[in-house]
């Protein structure tokens, strides 16, 4: 769950930034092209005004003093001359266009007026360095019928931004989109900050069913998924306690007939029919004992206390080796664990007693890894297959098809243990070694280092 909320804040987090980067490019082309369609209609129109206050002066003077206002024109940028009629205009467009156009609506739609451009131009502005341009050569008919022809040097299009593309442009623009980058990644951890919580309270729940419920707070989509959240672990925490009671109750409830069952079986006659219904009642003794060791394995009320991990394994081997086991125990790790005592005791002996039933003895040892306690417990006996090490921590499940109390038990030893170790945040798992036999590992987290010794 940690990583799908990360990747949900990682997909975020590139979508904003994405579709920032995005749109702020898309906005930033459409302004260019517009600022160019404005620069580009400025120039046309004050190309236009020229051509036009040049052609009316031109107009309302004699013919023999045109020359003279002409030459004049050249210091305007315009090199103009007189040249007959439109049939001198080979090769100009007389079609419409923008420079035509704002013409026309400036001198008058009786006017023929025809352009031509000139790619191939010396602009006059720069002897020292002749330099390319484009050229506008621009014919207007006057009112005696006469063409005049005007030769306009027109600079090329000036680039976007032109000077701001330097370092200090570029700076403005990294640190834009830094900021950008910041802002979608604040939004993207706002956005991902509910269903954090929403997998640390399921992983919180996994490991404790009892773990303080999610606040319901926030925008009304999460107090609804919160609620709900809250209202699922109420349930399974009732259906536990039903489950758990209710075994209870029938296992602690059996004890009492099969007491008054063993005191009428010394009434029986028959010496080998009598020992055979002890040892049926002695195995039904046992199912009910391990059945309250498993409700009270799924539900302990036992004190949660700070336990010297070293000591507790050397109590529970000192008494196993009491009890005439074959039982041996190596290492130390000077760590405690945040523990119930009487349940880490049943699980320590439920390992104990399965290595040394099946194993014939038990080889136990204990150190720190990776901020875990490691307890390992090896026997010598033929181990499990290996499409069956998941399965015998199933309740009731056993690897023979006896049930026989000396060969199989009842299949809720490791039930059990598994419990106790997740209900202390721990694992228990199973491997069958090279060299033969079985290893139980049961790993255990270290106490935090300060925390108090006792819950």
Partial sequence: MKDFAGSIGNRIFVLLLAGIVVAIAATTWLASNERKSSLRELRFQHLAERIEQLVQAVDDIPAEQRPIVLQAAANFGFEANIVGDMNDAAGANASTGPVIDILQARLGSERKIAVQRETECASPYRAEAPHREICRVVYVSLHDHSLLRLRLHQPGEPPVMRGRSGPYGLQYIALFLILIAILAYLVARMATRPIRKLA?????????????????????????????????????????????????????????????????????????????????????????????????????????????????????????????????????????????????????TNLLDNACKYGQLARVSVSLEQQKIAIRIRDQGPGIPEAELESVFEPFYRLEASRSRDTGGTGLGLTIALNIAENHHGSLKLRNLAEGGLEALLELPVMPAGKPRAS
């Fill in 200 to 348: 640390q309270a399921a992983a919180e729940l996994g490991r404790d069913i009892d773990h303080p419920p999610l606040p319901e707070t926030g925008p009304s989509e999460i107090r609804q998924a919160a609620h709900a959240f809250n209202a699922m672990q109420a349930r399974i925490r009732r259906q536990i306690q039903h489950r758990t009671h209710m075994l209870a109750a029938i296992t602690h409830d059996l004890q009492t007939p099969l007491t008054r069952l063993r005191l009428r079986l010394e009434k029986v006659a028959d010496p080998e029919l009598q020992q055979r219904l002890i040892d049926d009642l002695a195995v039904m003794h046992g199912m009910v004992r391990e059945g309250l060791d498993l409700a009270r394995s799924m539900d302990s009320s036992e004190k949660i206390q700070a336990l010297d991990i070293d000591s507790l394994l050397d109590s529970v081997c000192a008494d196993a080796a009491d009890a005439g086991q074959d039982v041996t125990l190596q290492g130390s790790t000077r760590a405690f664990v945040m523990a119930q005592p009487g349940a880490l005791r049943r699980c320590l």
